[in-house]
């Protein structure tokens, strides 16, 4: 089977080559033992599977899996850290959680316990970034908000995507993935702007930052599209089980991704009043 997606494409011929060992694929639906075993060279039947296919709900028990431990994580950081060395774990839970994420995306084999430990450290980020908004800055409820409105956006991504509304052509793949390279390079120009006393006005809270976390937060929306149109590909093209960690992976980052842009810019509405 061929997908468009070059991650999927490469996961795919791992796949194979599990097959060729005697690993028998998904059925219609993605469901486990419903395939046909492959026949060896001598015609015979090959061993029993030893490898279960990827389904759908593989990859919803790994995400609210990481959810949990990521939501475990951010409690104990907020409880935990105090609050004169709040920046300082902040800023170091970003950068190992920034090594870890590119780690995870351009493996070439799915590691589950790379990824749990993403959660854990992403939680921590979390954690205090939370912290930060609803104590020390004094947003009271802006976090509740903030996590109320990032789930309403996910399912409603879900909803649009099963519905059909929004699928994952390859236009609308190319547009997207320009789009984040294209806000994610304009994110780390600005931090180094900012580290030379620069202010561009993307994060102060005035009509330009608003406006760019506007952007920000469309486009963490529609990367669940990216995410959920791999789920599909990836049960379609029956990838072992493992891999729903790495689809896990994928859905996590764009939720924690649309949290803190959410929880910003309810910071800046909140500032204005």
Request: a neutral charge; one cysteine or more.
């Amino acid at each position: 089977m061929k997908t468009s997606n070059p991650v999927l494409a490469r996961l795919g011929q791992a796949a194979e080559r599990e097959r060729a060992t005697g690993y028998a694929p998904a059925g219609p639906y993605g469901q486990p033992g419903t395939g046909q075993p492959y026949p060896t060279q001598a015609g015979h039947p090959a061993a029993p599977p030893t490898v279960a296919p990827m389904t759908v709900d593989d990859v919803v028990v790994k995400t609210v899996t990481l959810l949990g431990i990521t939501g475990l994580s951010a409690a104990a950081a907020w409880i935990l850290v105090p609050d004169s060395l709040l920046f300082g774990a902040w800023i170091g839970a970003a950068i190992v959680g920034l090594v870890l994420g590119l780690v995870i995306s351009f493996s070439r084999v799915a590691n589950p316990a790379l990824v749990v430990t993403y959660a854990v450290v992403e939680g921590v980020f979390v954690g205090l970034v939370s912290k930060f908004f609803e104590v020390i800055a004094g947003y009271q409820g802006i976090v509740l908000q903030a996590v109320v409105a990032t789930f309403g956006v996910f399912f409603l991504m879900a909803a649009l995507y099963k519905m059909k509304v929004i699928r994952a052509t390859p236009k609308f793949t190319r547009g997207l993935i320009a789009a984040m390279v294209g806000v994610f390079a304009v994110m780390m120009i600005n931090l180094v702007l900012s580290l030379f006393g620069v202010d561009t006005g993307l994060r102060s809270g005035g009509p330009v930052a608003i406006i760019f976390s506007l952007i920000c937060i469309v486009v963490a929306s529609l990367s669940f599209v990216l995410s959920f149109h791999e789920v599909e590909e990836g049960v379609r093209l029956g990838l072992p089980q493992r891999y729903s960690w790495t689809a896990a992976f994928g859905i996590l980052v764009s939720l924690i991704w649309l949290y803190i842009e959410i929880l910003r810019l309810l910071s800046f509405l909140q500032g204005d009043d």
